[in-house]
């Protein structure tokens, strides 16, 4: 089982969808978690840090589950530019590092 | 400006030749790591540090090496023993190993001629 898994996508929706990623983690001793997003050919930038009571900014609301090891990101309102891929990732505090999931590509049409 | 630098930004390597990939970062970050990432694929690690002087492998860590001389300086050598090296190389800091939000450079693409 991977370390962490998400949708294997790819969502093809039209603007003005609402459209949800589901990830799930295996380590249940994991620490941190976070929603990054990467562009085509660019890095991957933080989107959001997700915490346990849930938070949102603007259009995007992030969940975490820590009894069933999964989190949650919610996009509402799609617009053209959410267009990319979205990466779920989780902190290995023990390890020292981050585990990335194989990212959900989300192409948003007109 | 504070981030990550990455160099060059396209790379092209000669069969059996070393190359050596540069990441300087001036955000006084304690851990370094480096990433390979394939078309279509997630993330795979590479090699990290969380101090000077210290570095462990990775998931991929065969046919690279690294070195952690300074704290701003995390440079990744392909040598000739990785014989696919044709990827996206992505470098990331962060304030501390494993729970604290990472920081990518622009990347550097790397490909066999």
């Known amino acids: 089982r991977k370390e962490v898994e998400q949708d294997p996508g790819p969502f093809n929706v039209p603007e003005g969808a609402t459209v949800a990623f589901n990830c799930t983690y295996s380590?249940?001793?994991?620490?941190?978690f976070f929603w990054y997003r990467q562009d085509c050919r660019k890095e991957p930038k933080l989107l959001m840090s997700v915490y346990s009571s849930g938070n949102e900014d603007g259009r995007f609301t992030a969940q975490l589950n820590r009894a069933s090891q999964y989190i949650s990101l919610l996009i509402r309102d799609s617009k053209l530019s959410d267009s990319a891929t979205y990466l779920c990732?989780?902190?290995?505090?023990?390890?020292?590092?981050?585990?990335f999931g194989q990212g959900t590509e989300l192409s948003v049409k007109p | 400006d504070g981030g990550i630098t990455q160099s060059p930004k396209y790379l092209f390597r000669k069969e059996g030749q070393n190359v050596t990939l540069s990441c300087e970062q001036n955000l006084n970050h304690d851990a370094m790591y480096w990433y390979r990432q394939d078309p279509g694929q997630g993330l795979r690690l590479i090699y990290y540090?969380?101090?000077?002087?210290?570095?462990q492998k990775g998931d991929i860590a065969e046919g690279y090496s690294v070195s952690r001389e300074k704290k701003e300086s995390f440079p990744l050598t392909v040598t000739s023993a990785q014989k696919n090296p044709t990827a996206f190389y992505l470098c990331a800091s962060s304030m501390q190993g494993g729970k604290n939000i990472q920081y990518f450079g622009a990347g550097t693409r790397l490909s066999v001629l």
């Open positions: 540090s969380q101090i000077v002087n210290d570095f």
């Open positions: 990732v989780v902190g290995d505090y023990q390890g020292g590092k981050l585990i």
């Open positions: 380590n249940s001793a994991s620490q941190s």
